[in-house]
């Protein structure tokens, strides 16, 4: 736990609950004073002001005491029992005790194909975990076990409350101003028109000015304020998810595979967004003030740079290295760790694939790359890094973790490894990284990287040599790209259908 | 005021500043104490719970593989063993052996795909599963406390206000590693 995050956000949501009610009280006085008649405007904003002030007092009651409901109600979440989802309760169950919490949340499913979760509640004691058909579908046990303790770790740090509070001061803001926006269109024409020929003009023009601005700039201000708190928290929850599980891989793939996922989620509301672990609206993935959620490859790779240990602290490390951000994401206090928390090894279930055609094929390509010299590298986060001869570094920065190695040329030797490499280790096609034959042609340093681009779906690409990540459209058309970290060129072989790409050993 | 008087107030602010610091120190041990117990009782409620389910899994399993009586009774064995054990260290050393012999069972299960689609089977066996994740999580949870106990104990000044209400040492709860890396990895595919 984090005293420090629960305190600020205890802080934080008290000063928001603050905030709104002199929002909304100048604001409704405003309104009430624009539209009503000249000879008595201050009754009439008092008026507003009182009607504003009970909109308040009636969201701040909703907020704190029936939101969690409204909020499950948006998006048709039901509850569920443990004869419906055996594995789902024993889950939540695990990560209730391993976070020592006071209660069990309950739990809720979505009936939707789109894999994602959110957790709400105004405090430990009263929280609810929801959870999306889709999610249950694609993940197995140790995946579902990350996402679950992500979700656990925003009730920990009590991030539900504050995003609770403020998703539903951000919803009624909308709803006010859209009152207001629609009162005006259908008084303009008739009253408005009277009134100012009674009052020459005079007051009541800048008023209206001042009020529609507040109409226009309200909700916008709010919805900044609510998207750049929630990133760093994110930050945090999946750092109590790897700390809690003792396993970052089972969330960083489960963040991949929902990457990976070409369903968006149909039943969110977008007051509801920022809760979910994964931004439901796909295209707003960006890192400006309106992303609520940081890049998903950057989470990934940071979970999966975890290598010495699965408590805080290694996270942290590994949040450093990643983002070679300066500033910590916790202050130092609040690190109240004792002792080494150790990774533990994956779960019993799904730790075995049969090998596919897939699988046999991409075989055979790394004996004839073995062949020509290709450097092998078997990071430590599962991926095999395959190094062409002419590479011209002796470091190498792992396209999926960021780890940095250095390039050991074997020579034929290599070939056997690649014969009895287990190839279970299920590098994915999309983070295959291939150095091709560049020669000294190239103007300046520019180093170029190969990589396959599979049309039809979202990817994750990672430049080799800064670590800076990319995500990749379906709709991706283009032949290179040129990294914006470090200049160096990323070169999309396409894979012919699905089965396909053997285009990438001719490079 | 005489000198006397003020040496006296020096000596009752630092006495009171003690005591205030004697009393923080003892109720800051005290709840160290409760919540060590709270951790544990939850640990034994999971090693009950898996108790409780090897009699089924054993009965389940019977039926398929008459060929493992030993394997069956190696763990029907250790169950017993652990539910007689006591103190903390003999609990560690039975429920060490009893993961070890529910390891070697699900490494045979293997053998025996129509054993592998029961739905009995599937059932128990995901009950196994939380089972033991459960107990590493409360494990770890109760390790914490047990750590953060006897810091306080052993770390000056606490460990005045600890000696002085005999508080003791807390003992950690340990899977021994050695057993815990040679229980086989299982897959199912």
């Not at chain 1, 034929?412 to 287990?422: D, Y």
Request: aromatic share 8%; with cysteine; hydrophobic share 45%.
């Amino acid at each position: 736990m984090f005293w420090s995050v629960i305190a600020a956000n205890k802080r934080k949501t008290v000063l928001l609950i603050v905030l709104m009610g002199f929002f909304l009280i100048s604001s409704g006085s405003m309104i009430g004073m624009a539209l009503a008649d000249a000879q008595h405007p201050y009754a009439a904003g008092l008026i507003g002001a009182a009607a504003a002030g009970a909109v308040w007092v009636v969201m701040l009651l909703v907020s704190l005491f029936a939101s969690d409901s409204v909020l499950l109600g948006l998006t048709h979440a039901r509850e569920v029992t443990r004869d419906m989802y055996p594995q789902l309760i024993n889950v939540v169950e695990e990560m209730v005790i391993a976070g020592s919490l006071p209660h069990m949340p309950r739990i809720f499913v979505v009936d939707d194909p789109s894999p994602n979760a959110f957790a709400v509640g105004k405090s430990p004691e009263k929280s609810c975990i929801c959870v999306t058909a889709g999610l249950l579908a694609l993940c197995d046990r140790d995946e579902l076990q990350g996402v679950v303790a992500h979700e656990i770790g925003h009730i920990m740090n009590r991030d539900v409350l504050y995003m609770t509070v403020a998703a539903t001061m951000l919803g009624s803001i909308l709803f006010i101003s859209d009152m207001f926006v629609r009162s005006f269109r259908y008084t303009s024409t008739t009253r408005l028109a009277s009134r100012s020929r009674r009052a020459g003009g005079g007051a009541a023009g800048p008023l209206l000015i001042v009020s529609l601005l507040l109409a226009i700039i309200g909700p916008i201000l709010a919805r900044v304020l609510y998207f750049s708190i929630s990133r760093r928290r994110e930050y945090l929850a999946d750092a109590t998810s790897a700390r809690l599980t003792r396993y970052p891989e089972g969330l960083a793939s489960a963040l991949e595979k929902i990457g990976q996922s070409p369903v968006m989620l149909s039943a969110a509301p977008s007051a509801v967004a920022p809760f979910y672990t994964v931004n439901p609206y796909r295209q707003h993935i960006s890192s400006g003030a309106f992303a609520t959620h940081p890049p998903l490859s950057e989470r990934i790779q940071i979970l999966r740079a975890m290598s010495h240990g699965a408590g805080y602290t290694d996270y942290l490390k590994a949040y450093a290295r990643v983002t070679r951000r300066r500033r910590a994401l916790l202050p130092p206090a609040d690190l109240t760790e004792r002792g080494k928390v150790d990774i533990r090894q994956a779960s019993r279930d799904g730790c075995s694939a049969p090998a596919t055609r897939a699988e046999s094929l991409r075989r055979a390509r790394d004996i004839i790359r073995a062949l020509n010299d290709f450097a092998f590298i078997t990071c430590a986060c599962g991926l095999r890094i395959k190094v062409a001869p002419e590479y011209p570094k002796d470091r190498i920065a792992c396209p999926r973790c960021s780890r940095v190695h250095s390039v050991q040329r074997s020579g034929a030797a290599a070939v056997g490894s690649v014969l009895s490499a287990s190839s279970a280790m299920g590098a994915p096609a999309a983070a295959r990284v291939v150095c091709p034959d560049q020669g000294g042609g190239h103007p300046s340093e520019r180093a170029v990287q190969e990589a396959r681009f599979v049309p039809g779906r979202w990817q994750k690409i990672a430049c080799e040599i800064c670590g800076h990540g990319y995500e990749i459209s379906p709709r991706f058309s283009g032949k290179r790209l040129v990294c914006s970290g470090c200049g160096a060129v990323i070169r999309f072989s396409r894979a012919a259908g699905q089965g396909g790409g053997s285009s990438d050993i001719s490079a | 005021m005489s000198a006397g008087t003020i040496v006296f107030i020096f000596l009752a602010v630092i006495a009171v500043a003690v005591l205030i610091y004697v009393v923080g120190a003892y109720n800051a041990l005290v709840i160290l104490r409760n919540q060590i117990k709270n951790a544990w009782s939850q640990i034994e409620v999971q090693l009950k719970r898996r108790h409780d389910l090897i009699p089924n899994l054993v009965e389940v399993a019977k039926g398929y593989m008459s060929h493992e009586r030993q394997t069956l009774e190696a763990v029907t064995q250790a169950r017993a063993k652990a539910a007689g054990a006591k103190s903390v260290s003999d609990i560690s050393r039975a429920e060490t052996a009893l993961s070890g012999a529910i390891g070697q069972f699900l490494a045979v299960v293997e053998n025996y795909p129509d054993l592998k689609a029961n739905q009995n089977f599937l059932a128990l066996q995901e009950e196994l599963t939380t089972t033991e994740n459960r107990i590493a999580f409360a494990r770890q949870a109760y390790n914490d406390q047990v750590l953060f106990l006897n810091n306080k104990v052993e770390m000056f000044p606490s460990n005045i206000v600890a000696g002085m209400f005999g508080f003791r040492k807390g003992q950690f709860f340990e899977l021994e590693e050695q057993s815990e890396r040679a229980a086989p990895r299982v897959s199912f595919g």
